[in-house]
């Protein structure tokens, strides 16, 4: 049946809405029947520069259908019986400002209408801390999941895959064979692992494309306290890292918020910033400790 505007107000969905929705998406059975699928949509969402580019795009179309199985075969503002909410009427379409939502709620009740960004947010599997981490990690899933392509989003995944690379290829100094391969690189580094770990770990919360280095990677801060470890043995875990060629550390000028005059000042501190780490770039690294311990010689 195709809906009635005039018997079906709506209020936007907010955190209560969001919260109700995950409660019950989190059921299994529930859970099974919202599974997400790729879709590729390259050629719907062409010529994009940024993320608010995708997010309005996102919204101007109707990604409901592409990326959930089970909306697929739903006609635009047309009652079905809701797979979320048990007795709830449903249908998906625009609202008044022309993006489409999906709507949900009793029969001539009012509804509340689910962005595709509300509706993502409610999957259990949602991680961040805090609504700002969990909306970027439901943008670029469902970037991921539309085959979509863009500058910025592009250079976020390589960032991203990039720390992926480096934790498991740090992950195998633990293994004996890649010790007796890069002995003297294991040498150096064998006591503060635990501290590259964390760094690598804390460093990719913070990709952002506003914070690149010189050399376009990622960059971000941090302190002994953050990583867990005494001050002094951060700073020569630093120093190592940096002769090494593991990590860059540059000093910039960033903005922050001081209580005391309310106003934002600024301040310099350190930012670090990782290259891709593989076996080749051991390679190099241990040769050139290899040289120099045979030069000291």
């Not at 955190?15 to 109700?20: H, L, N, S, V």
């Not at 101007?60 to 047309?78: D, G, H, Q, R």
Request: some cysteine; aromatic content about 14%.
């Amino acid at each position: 049946m195709t809906i009635s505007r005039e018997f079906h107000p709506y209020r936007s969905a907010f955190i209560q809405e969001r919260m109700m929705a995950k409660n019950e998406l989190s059921k299994g059975e529930k859970a099974s029947k919202w599974r997400k699928t790729k879709y590729d949509a390259s050629t719907t969402f062409v010529n994009l520069k940024n993320h608010d580019e995708f997010e309005s795009a996102a919204v101007e179309n109707n990604v409901f259908s592409m990326v959930f199985p089970n909306l697929k075969a739903i006609k635009e503002e047309t009652l079905f019986p809701c797979e979320i909410f048990d007795g709830n009427e449903a249908w998906i379409g625009k609202d008044t400002t022309g993006k489409y939502k999906y709507f949900t709620g009793q029969p001539y009740d009012e509804a509340v209408a689910y962005s595709i960004f509300d509706l993502l947010l409610c999957f259990p599997q949602v991680q961040g801390r805090g609504y700002t981490q969990r909306r970027q990690f439901v943008r670029d899933e469902l970037i991921n999941l539309l085959n979509v392509s863009y500058g910025v989003a592009d250079w976020e995944q390589k960032e991203k895959d990039k720390y992926i690379e480096n934790e498991l290829i740090l992950a195998l100094f633990k293994n004996h064979d890649f010790q007796v391969k890069y002995p003297n690189l294991f040498k150096k580094i064998k006591s503060y692992v635990d501290v590259l770990e964390n760094m690598l770990i804390h460093g990719q919360k913070f990709i952002d494309k506003e914070k690149r280095s010189d050399k376009n990677n990622s960059i971000f801060s941090m302190y002994a306290s953050q990583s867990k470890v005494s001050s002094a043995r951060f700073s020569s875990a630093v120093k190592r890292f940096r002769e090494l060629g593991l990590l860059s550390a540059e000093k910039r000028k960033v903005a922050f918020f001081d209580k005391n005059t309310q106003s934002k000042c600024l301040t310099e501190t350190t930012l670090y910033s990782f290259p891709l780490y593989s076996e080749s770039y051991f390679k190099e690294i241990e040769v050139r400790l290899k040289s120099s311990r045979t030069l000291k010689k």
